[in-house]
């Protein structure tokens, strides 16, 4: 390892989650933690100046290992151009969760690097500032687009909104200990980037009245916990009704969902992912099975998981 007053420690590891985007009305803006699905991300400090990806494992070699392209490693490029960084870094990301899925693979890698670079540090940056440098890996998987829907809940855990970047203003949100999200993720691939060029530039006036409607009410359900008041204000006019078409069987889909009890039925920040909040866990495990046989059905290759929101985000699984 090289000596740098920068830093503390030579290695960290680091567990960023899986999360859900846009969740009904919230387009680029409300977002929520998964549990289990994420990745590990692991930071050694090398006699280098400059960061190396030294090994990717479960992506069955499809993420690049290109420094500039992979949202792991431009995060925590732009962390150590930040601090001026005099020591150079070994990047490991293990991938536990799809990517080009819509549950926000980006924005864990991203989250989870420039989280384990910033516990190496003697001098820690601030959240926000981290944050910005996990935006900034993001920002390429979005073809420069900004927005920090999945990094803010991948980050901070719970439910977030995103209400600035410029200054950073991210709201955490108490949510429903009981409610339970069930995720559908289908196995095609769609990136951010293709499932943004299907949506409108503008929006009619009344399009945008409703949406700000159903937020509010959405938000309100959250922290009231009422359960009716989540189920009818998860409704998405802006994205949508555009991205639907990317969604084999999205309707009947739909329309099952709801007969087995859910609250409602969205897609996953850009998809293809789609998922449903139910009640509770009891009620979401009795209804798996019928899921799982109903996807048989319409002939969709699909995994299904069961998640509570995770409220406690990123986890440091090692530090030396
Ligand atoms: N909110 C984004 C979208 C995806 O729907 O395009 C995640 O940032």
Redesign the pocket.
Known sequence: MKSSKLLKYSYSKVFAPATV??VGPG??TF?FALDKLGDIIEARVNVGNGITISGITGDNGMLSRNIKKNTASVAALSLLKAINADFGLDIIINKNMPFSS?I?SS?ASAVGAAIAVNSLLRKKLSDEEVLLHALEG?KIA?AGDI????VAPAYYGGFTIVRSLSPVDIIRLPFPKAITCVIIYPHISIT?KE??KV?PIQVPIGTAVKQSANAGALIAGILTGNNKLISRSMIDSI?EPHRIQLIPHYNELRTFMLEQGALNFNIS??GPTVFSLFEDMQKAKQVKSEIINQLKALKIEADVYLSKINQQGPLQLGLD
């Open positions: 985007s846009n387009f680029d977002g819509g926000g924005a993001e979005s927005h920090a829907d999945n951010t499932s943004r949506l994205a920040g850009s």
